[in-house]
């Protein structure tokens, strides 16, 4: 093997990279972003823009550049009400989750798939299960 060839033992979670410290410095960033994504809601009230085009712009701009989860973490940041708000937040995205995942089987179901989306429920279940007794362990020793 070549000194400057790689050995094929990486892994998709490299560990140092996932233990990396937070980055000190991203309301330099997030802030003016999150400001200019107010401004052009704002814009596109006031000067009554399509709202759908609009929206569906800043909500893939912000998810991409992370304004999002930034946005809701100082949210979360403010006390008793905080949590609660990004707990509303949460929950939208797991109804809408789900919902795509009933689309996918009825569409899976009709293409001949029914074993895989079998799999595919089961592994959900699974995955929402642990969510709960994850939620109610952290309330209870929290």
């Not at 410095?25 to 999150?34: N, V």
């Not at 989860?69 to 940041?77: C, D, E, F």
């Not at 996918?104 to 001949?112: D, E, F, N, Q, T």
């Amino acid at each position: 093997m070549n000194s400057e060839q790689k050995p094929d033992n990486h892994h998709i979670f490299d560990p140092e990279e996932i233990t990396q410290p937070a980055k000190r410095g991203a309301w330099k960033w997030m802030l003016p972003l999150s400001i200019v994504l107010a401004i052009v809601v704002f814009a596109a009230w006031h000067f009554g823009w399509h709202a759908k085009a609009v929206t569906t712009g800043v909500v893939i701009f912000a998810t991409i550049s992370h304004v999002f989860a930034w946005v809701v973490a100082m949210i979360g940041l403010v006390p008793i009400i905080g949590p609660l708000i990004v707990k509303v937040l949460s929950i939208g995205v797991i109804w809408l989750l789900n919902a795509v995942g009933y689309l996918v089987s009825y569409v899976a179901i009709k293409r001949g798939y029914s074993k895989d989306v079998l799999t595919y429920r089961a592994v959900t279940i699974a995955l929402i299960t642990g969510i709960v007794i994850g939620y109610i362990l952290c309330s209870l020793i929290s």
